[in-house]
Each structure stands twice: as structure tokens, then as C-alpha cells.
Nanobody
Framework: QVHVVESGGGLVQAGASLRLSCTVS??????MGWFRQAPGKEREFVAA????????DYADTVKGRFTISRDNGKTTVHLQMNSLKPGDTALFYC?????????????????WGQGTQVTVSS
């Protein structure tokens, strides 16, 4: 059975950094993405990376502050989050997509983790 497990969330002050990690057990998926959902809001795209790690995509709200990367074994993806803001507070989800093209749409991802909470205080 395939599982997606996130880790690394926590409570930090504005301006701090956090590093989220996501590990997929079972078959390797081509595209990996991070999404987030704040209370009362829809789940939104944050960042995604292709199989090789050579192509990445970021939401405008996090571009320049967040960095997505993939380890050589391809099964673990990281999201380095710097200069965190209170507006980044959300439940962060890791998602896996079998097809190789990088997308931003929630419905195009095949497997999801349970999420890890990120809370940024002002």
C-alpha cells in the first residue's frame, strides 16, 4: 500500500524558517507537490517539482521565500520555507501525481498525505 507522510510542521514566529519533508512509500510518483489549506479557505497550490528535480513551479505568494527540492532517491521531497508570515498559517499537504507534467490543480494529484500544521505568529 502506498502512503504519503509529511513532517516538519510547527509553531514559529514571523520571519522564521521551517523545513517540511514528505516521503512516499511504494511506487515512485513522477510529480510531487505541496498544497495548503487555511481554515475556511479552499486548498491551494504552493509548489511542485518534476521527476528529475529540474523543473519547479511556485505560487506567486511564496515565490522567492519557499524552495521545493527532491532527494536523489526521488521518494522524499522537501519544502524549505523562509521569511514565514502569519498569512502562511495553514495545514500543509504533500501530494503525488503519476503523470510527469507538473500541474497546480488539486484534482490532478493521485495521492495525498494527512497534512502537517504550520502556524506563524506575529
Amino acid at each position: 500500500q502506498v502512503h504519503v507522510v509529511e513532517s516538519g510542521g510547527g509553531l514559529v514566529q514571523a520571519g522564521a524558517s521551517l523545513r517540511l519533508s514528505c516521503t512516499v512509500s511504494g511506487p515512485t510518483f513522477s510529480t510531487m507537490g505541496w498544497f495548503r489549506q487555511a481554515p475556511g479557505k479552499e486548498r491551494e497550490f504552493v509548489a511542485a517539482i518534476d521527476w528529475s528535480g529540474g523543473y519547479t513551479d511556485y505560487a506567486d505568494t511564496v515565490k522567492g521565500r519557499f524552495t521545493i527540492s527532491r532527494d536523489n532517491g526521488k521518494t522524499t521531497v522537501h519544502l524549505q520555507m523562509n521569511s514565514l508570515k502569519p498569512g502562511d498559517t495553514a495545514l500543509f499537504y504533500c501530494a503525488a501525481r503519476r503523470r510527469p507534467s507538473v500541474t497546480r490543480e488539486v484534482a490532478t494529484y493521485d495521492l495525498w498525505g494527512q497534512g502537517t500544521q504550520v502556524t506563524v505568529s506575529s
